[in-house]
């Protein structure tokens, strides 16, 4: 598979794991071969969030990796992609990246794709904003991150939570340079 059809997507625990699912959506109609890990939080928060199981999150993915293997190819920079995005991406897992803390798999991830200068893209949910917070957001800036609070935008006149969370997960493929069909755009 060309690494440029390849994405890595993260869940970590913070609300909002629409967002991941939807990413995996778009991806899948984009024709990308998708790559998942998901953090024991992130499962926490599926479970309270959605009706969806484990298993029909992981059904969602071309491949599924369990969050302690650390040695999975997603881990490795020889292992080419187009990026990853972390969607919804917890202030934790946040803070991790920043300061290169690959404690699990997600944050590996991450910190290989910063290190390879491929697109990290991080959905983070959080709100309000500490110092603390700012700062973590500053320093992956500076690594070379992006990132990316799901804020709607409404010059779309979404009708729907749906359209509100469908735009968002698109705008962040488009950061990576996916083409995501039929997403509203404005001025078109």
């Not at 302690?68 to 990853?84: E, H, K, L, Q, Y």
């Not at 991450?110 to 603390?132: I, M, S």
């Amino acid at each position: 598979m060309d690494g440029t059809r390849r994405l890595v997507v993260g869940i970590s625990g913070a609300t909002g794991l629409v967002y991941g699912t939807r990413v995996l959506e778009l991806a899948r109609k984009a024709g990308l071969e998708t790559h998942l890990v998901v953090t024991p939080a992130g499962q926490q928060t599926r479970a309270h969030e959605t009706d969806l199981t484990a298993r029909d999150l992981a059904a969602m993915a071309d491949v599924v990796y369990r969050p302690a293997d650390i040695g999975a190819a997603i881990a490795s920079g020889s292992f080419r992609t187009a990026g990853m995005i972390v969607a919804p991406c917890s202030i934790r897992t946040l803070s991790a990246i920043a300061h290169s803390n690959g404690d699990n798999l997600l944050t590996r991830a991450a910190d290989v794709t910063l290190k390879e200068r491929r697109r990290l893209v991080l959905l983070v949910r959080e709100t309000p904003l500490t110092l603390g917070h700012l700062r973590a957001m500053t320093a992956v800036t500076e690594c070379g991150g992006i990132v990316m609070p799901p804020v709607p935008a409404f010059y779309l006149r979404p009708r729907t939570v749906d359209e509100i969370v469908e735009h968002t997960a698109g705008r962040a493929l488009d950061l990576l340079g996916v083409d995501v069909p039929d997403l509203p755009r404005w001025g078109e």
